[in-house]
Nanobody, 125 residues
């Protein structure tokens, strides 16, 4: 089982950047496809990005493509989300998630079985 702790959220002006980190503990991190999701108040939890266990394949939501980049460092048990050109509509709690699969990417929250506690990202206009 993997335990996840996100960090790096905060308040930023529109057009700015933030880098989220998700530190994982547990022996199976390097075997897990990892994902980032976000949830705004009153809305469902939405897929943002995901990366396979080896880091060779990534997927992004259309709304963040070309602005956000997901990456991972298996030696440090950490997955990152670099967020550039942030917009007010990116404001949400961002969650890191681990799946029980290695080489496939799912966009549904049900594909993932372990979640972090979330980190708040607020983008002011």
């Amino acid at each position: 089982q993997v335990q996840l702790v996100e960090s790096g959220g905060g308040l930023v002006q529109a057009g700015g950047s933030l880098r989220l980190s998700c530190a994982a503990s547990g022996r199976t991190f390097s075997d897990a496809t990892m994902g980032w999701f976000r949830q705004a108040p009153g809305k469902e939890r939405d897929f943002v990005a995901a990366i396979t266990s080896s880091g060779t394949s990534t997927r992004y939501a259309d709304s963040v493509k070309d602005r956000f980049t997901i990456s991972r460092d298996n030696a440090k048990n950490t997955v990152f989300l670099q967020m550039n050109r942030l917009k007010p509509e990116d404001t949400a709690v961002y969650y890191c998630a681990a799946s029980p699969y290695s080489n496939a990417i799912g966009r549904s929250p049900t594909y993932y079985n372990t979640w972090g506690q979330g980190t708040q990202v607020t983008v002011s206009s």
